[in-house]
């Protein structure tokens, strides 16, 4: 993920140039930055923060190691696009929305890439029309050509199911079915749909702008996937029960 984001920076997204990449695995850090221009290379994000030409931050990391990232870029003032989920918990996950709320300002972004996908994007037109009347009930199917062998049930919902989460909120429900072709895997069957929100996000930072799915929307899709999972755990219902939403998160009419 975190190498196709740079290639994405460096050879398809236009108005942004890669400055700095960081890993822990100091080989994969010069391998993802190969070829890039006075790119500088890290093996301490945060470092990486501070490094020269660094204007905005896109975290790539496993989701254990965002809540530090966000923070440290909510410190230094760096707009930032944070790949899903924002905090693999409902604990940390208000952490990072009550840092912000702080600031004043939302410098971050959520990645539910799908929001900017072709086909989302035309279903999320229209339902917003409304000339198919009210919509009743999401259907979501999710399937993958194979999946890792230490991918469990609770890794599906965290990592995969949020996005079905977080497409129902913002479309609303609706009772729909699609399917095709399962493509080797998320990199290939939303490539357009990651160029597209990269784009926007790059786009609007460099507007002083702030668009798409925010921290909220992260801690939304957290807490519901935290109960998705006690759920398979208990084989019972499990409520969501959400903290009061700050007033700088309130509802948008506009963005995508």
Request: hydrophobic share 40%; glycine share 10%.
């Amino acid at each position: 993920m975190g190498s196709d984001h740079v290639r994405r920076l460096d050879r398809v997204v236009g108005g942004a140039r890669v400055a700095a990449v960081a890993d822990p695995d100091a080989e994969r850090a010069r391998e993802a930055a190969a070829g890039i221009p006075g790119v500088r290379v890290h093996t301490d994000p945060v470092a990486a923060l501070d490094a020269p030409g660094v204007e905005a931050v896109l975290i790539a990391s496993p989701g254990p190691a965002h809540e530090e990232a966000l923070l440290a870029c909510f410190e230094r003032g760096l707009p930032v696009l944070c790949e899903k989920p924002t905090v693999p918990d409902s604990a940390g996950a208000p952490r990072v929305v009550e840092a912000e709320a702080r600031l004043g300002r939302r410098p971050a972004r959520i990645g539910f890439m799908r929001r900017y996908d072709a086909g989302f994007l035309r279903l999320k037109g229209l339902l917003d029309e409304g000339r198919l009347g009210r919509p009743l009930m999401p259907h979501c199917v999710h399937r993958n050509v194979s999946s890792p062998a230490h991918f469990t049930s609770a890794m599906l919902v965290n990592s995969s199911v949020s996005h079905e989460i977080d497409a129902a909120r913002r479309l609303l429900g609706q009772e729909v079915r699609c399917e095709g072709e399962v493509p080797g895997d998320y990199l290939v069957r939303f490539a357009d749909a990651y160029d597209r929100e990269v784009r926007a996000w790059v786009g609007a930072t460099r507007r002083g702008e702030v668009t798409g799915p925010d921290v909220w929307d992260g801690y939304a899709a957290s807490a519901v996937a935290e109960a998705g999972v006690r759920s398979l755990e208990t084989g019972g219902r499990v409520v969501v029960d959400l903290a009061p939403r700050p007033p700088l998160f309130t509802p948008r009419r506009t963005g995508r």
